[in-house]
């Protein structure tokens, strides 16, 4: 997962700059832009001394290949390009541009995608390279590109990943969430699933791909965007809402206080607590100039990002209302702090079903053997981390809180929007990481 961002008009060096805050939550390991200057894609980390009418930008959150080094925007000759999600057939991508003499020695799917179209784009017209991309790529993506004088953006047929566009005093805008054009005071658009634009000094065209059963990512709406952003028509914030009810309406056990575990839960569990009738207090406090811990690489997955407040927890009966619970990392650190603290019992709520499978359409979870919930029942995870309860929502339960059955569940179903081999992909990436 990844924030990509970019800007078509006057000042679209500014306006980059401009949107990039809003996007940081999507890819904390660096930040990158390409502007076309003076006729020359130039890649740079401040755009906003440049001159230029278009320009592209970059959250960086590592999906594939080694972790921090591969920044985008990647730039080949006359192409730069920024796509958010993950190319789950990469290495089908690589075998055939060796099959057309291109040898790409990485296993970082951007580059091979980036690759892979500017062939495209160098043997096909931009429509019939486009269409190609939407026939061969498996995977959930959307694509910011930059070729000769256009910007193409391309969004999944799955709508896996998000991508909305917006126009402003006559510049076209694009990024990976709604909040960030929202924010600027732009007025928005989400681009369909399956369909890409093509947009140059000569005008826009709308190009339409195939048409297939629509898999919105389920995480989406459960962590990963902004509770001020909309996804599929869909408010975050009224989602998690709904997600928190759906958790209040299974309670059994007496609760005396309820906290979120900072920052995603929030919104689900202030409507939980309104509906079980007790306080909601912030009693984990979470360091927040120190980033997202789940997106974090793993070498910097042990620092301590959170502590816990012993006066309003010591002798309660604590509810912690989490998003999701996937490798367990955050609950490993947080619940022996409460416990140490003095509560007198300790119930985890969790506004998603449990995560048992690998993702690779733009999550960085590709193996098995990382997920606690893997091959665990929930009263096996409730021992590991140490619980009085744990409670989860079914997969129905999420789709009618979220209000769509539209969803891809593949983390928690293993029913993937494609066929995948998941121990082959497995390998594809883990394999150098």
């Not at 003076?38 to 320009?55: H, I, Q, W, Y």
């Not at 985008?72 to 060796?98: C, H, S």
């Not at 909309?230 to 309406?249: C, E, T």
């Not at 919930?373 to 981390?385: Q, R």
Request: net charge positive; glycine share 10%; charged share 20%.
């Amino acid at each position: 997962m990844c924030g990509i961002w970019a800007y078509l008009g006057q000042g679209a060096s500014l306006m980059v700059s401009k949107m990039a805050p809003w996007l940081i939550h999507r890819g904390q390991e660096g930040f990158s832009y390409v502007c076309i200057h003076n006729g020359t894609l130039l890649r740079v980390s401040d755009p906003t001394p440049l001159e230029s009418s278009l320009c592209i930008g970059h959250a960086r959150y590592s999906t594939s290949g080694p972790y921090g080094v591969e920044l985008q925007p990647v730039i080949l000759g006359d192409l730069a390009l920024v796509f958010n999600g993950t190319v789950a057939n990469y290495k089908e991508l690589k075998i055939r541009l060796r099959e057309m003499g291109i040898n790409v020695n990485s296993n970082y799917d951007a580059l091979v995608l980036a690759y892979y179209l500017r062939n495209l784009l160098s043997r096909l017209s931009i429509d019939d390279a486009v269409n190609e991309v939407f026939k061969t790529i498996k995977g959930g993506y959307s694509i910011l590109a930059l070729w000769g004088n256009s910007l193409i953006a391309i969004r999944d047929p799955w709508g896996l990943r998000p991508l909305v566009m917006g126009i402003n005093n006559g510049g076209v805008a694009f990024a990976s969430e709604t909040s960030a054009l929202e924010a600027l005071g732009i007025k928005w658009v989400e681009v369909k699933p399956g369909n890409a634009l093509v947009l140059s000094s000569g005008g826009e065209r709308l190009l339409n791909g195939p048409r297939v059963r629509r898999m919105y990512c389920a995480l989406e709406y459960i962590y990963f965007q902004r509770p001020d952003s909309v996804f599929n028509g869909i408010s975050i914030y009224n989602a998690r809402r709904r997600l928190g009810l759906a958790l209040a309406k299974k309670e059994t056990y007496e609760i005396d206080e309820v906290s979120p575990i900072p920052e995603t839960a929030r919104t689900a569990a202030q409507a939980y607590a309104n509906a079980i009738g007790r306080p909601l207090n912030e009693l984990i406090v979470k360091n927040r100039f120190m980033g997202r811990g789940f997106i974090r690489p793993p070498k910097d997955r042990n620092i301590e990002l959170y502590s816990v407040i012993k006066e309003g927890v010591v002798g309660k009966s604590v509810a912690l209302i989490d998003d999701s619970i996937i490798r367990g990392d955050t609950l490993r650190r947080i619940i022996p702090k409460v416990k140490a603290a003095g509560a007198k019992a300790i119930h985890v709520r969790v506004a998603s079903p449990p995560v048992r499978y690998p993702c690779f359409m733009g999550m960085d979870f590709p193996s098995r053997r990382e997920l606690i919930a893997h091959g665990k029942s929930i009263s096996e995870v409730k021992a590991t981390l140490g619980l009085d309860s744990l409670m989860y929502l079914t997969v129905d339960e999420l789709k009618e809180a979220i209000g769509t059955v539209e969803l891809c569940t593949a983390c928690f179903t293993g029913e993937y929007p494609f066929n995948v081999d998941i121990s082959e992909l497995e390998g594809d990436f883990t394999g150098d990481r």
